[in-house]
């Protein structure tokens, strides 16, 4: 079964490219690991957008299992659109600005 695709804000995607530098620098096996968590976040989300709770905003959040961030997403008529890779302890709320905006030019899909 086929789920919503998946687009990132170009700072979720800038988030999610950060983190994952940050664990290459310090454990390659680490940026391994919260790459695919990443991935299995994405393809749950795909799959059933509903499931996880509503957090903030009118957005929703998935929690990665083994590492402190949260995907912070918002479900649009025709696709999901992740607004924030957000680490689960820094700078609560910032990236309510970005949910402000219509899913347009620079969306990146997964």
Not at 51 to 61: D, L
Not at 71 to 91: D, F, N, P, T
Request: hydrophobic fraction near 40%; proline fraction near 7%; charged fraction near 30%.
């Amino acid at each position: 079964m086929s789920g919503k695709p998946v687009e990132f804000h170009p700072e979720a995607l800038a988030e999610a490219e950060a983190a994952v530098a940050w664990y290459r620098d310090r454990s390659l096996r680490a940026a391994e690991v919260f790459t695919s968590e990443l991935e299995r976040a994405i393809a749950a989300i795909s799959e059933s957008p509903s499931r996880w709770p509503f957090f903030q905003a009118g957005c929703r959040r998935f929690p990665l299992r083994r590492f402190p961030y949260l995907l912070v997403y918002r479900e649009k008529a025709q696709s999901i659109e992740v607004l924030a890779v957000a680490h689960g302890r820094r700078r609560p709320g910032y990236w309510y600005p970005r949910n402000d905006k219509d899913l347009g030019e620079g969306r990146v899909r997964s």
